[in-house]
């Protein structure tokens, strides 16, 4: 089962808004809508910031949305801050493999 | 609280053997799946495997498939991977991860394993 593919880095100033691709196929992405994203900070544990494409858990910032369209999923922060900085990690369920779990290559999100 | 803490990583020589350890609290533990995800340094994460909250179904991917072991303590909330017949390529840091079918909302912070060729 091939990774999703991230671009590998994606960079912004503050205030400004970005948006994070994650490429899959008809497997994956496009065939379901359950794609998930998580942060993960130096030497932190991911963390869980959309699910099911566009859901938010409690406690995530309304900075973070999510959509798709065909295979591609994607990741858009608003109001860009430093806290933002981080790697990003796009999943998906796919029918490629049992139990159905696909990661993405990963994003480095510069704050500039 | 959901908390995941994993154990049991440090250096081992190619061929040899581990067992991680995740020790879980806040949630009724036996009434959920877990899985094990790792990330290589400078890679993206990686699923590794899976079992279910009895522990009776148990699930690999394909690059560890014959090496790894994943089975779980419930009276203990625990859960381990033993691995075996250790690569370089395994070197990675590993998480425990609990979620529901299609994604993952609380890892642990992350054990590391260093395979030495």
């Known amino acids: 089962q091939s990774a999703l593919t991230q671009p590998a880095s994606v960079s912004g100033s503050p205030g400004q808004s970005i948006t994070i691709s994650c490429t899959g196929t008809?497997?994956?992405?496009?065939?379901?809508?359950?794609v998930s994203w998580y942060q993960e900070h130096p030497g932190k544990a991911p963390k869980l910031i959309l699910y099911d494409v566009s859901n938010r858990p409690s406690g995530v910032s309304d900075r973070f949305s999510g959509s798709k369209s065909g295979n591609t999923a994607s990741l858009t922060i608003s109001g860009l801050q430093a806290e933002d900085e981080a790697d990003y990690h796009c999943?998906?369920?796919?029918?490629?493999?049992?139990?159905?779990?696909?990661f993405g290559t990963g994003t480095k999100v510069t704050v500039l | 609280e959901v908390q995941l803490l994993e154990s049991g990583g440090g250096l081992v020589q190619s061929g040899g053997s581990l067992r991680l350890s995740c020790a879980a609290s806040g949630f009724t533990f036996r009434n959920y799946a877990l899985r094990w995800v790792r990330q290589a340094p400078g890679k993206g994460l990686e699923w590794v495997s899976a079992?279910?909250?009895?522990?009776?179904?148990?699930y690999y991917a394909d690059s560890v498939r014959g090496r790894f072991i994943v089975f779980r303590d419930n009276p203990k909330n625990t859960l381990y991977l033993q691995m075996n017949s250790l690569r370089a390529e395994d070197t990675a840091v590993y998480y425990c991860?609990?979620?529901?079918?299609?994604?993952?909302?609380?890892w642990g912070q992350g054990t590391l394993v260093t395979v030495s060729s």
């Open positions: 008809t497997n994956d992405v496009a065939g379901y809508n359950y």
């Open positions: 079992i279910s909250g009895s522990g009776t179904v148990t």
């Open positions: 999943s998906s369920y796919t029918s490629a493999s049992t139990p159905g779990f696909v």
């Open positions: 991860t609990k979620g529901n079918e299609y994604y993952f909302d609380d």
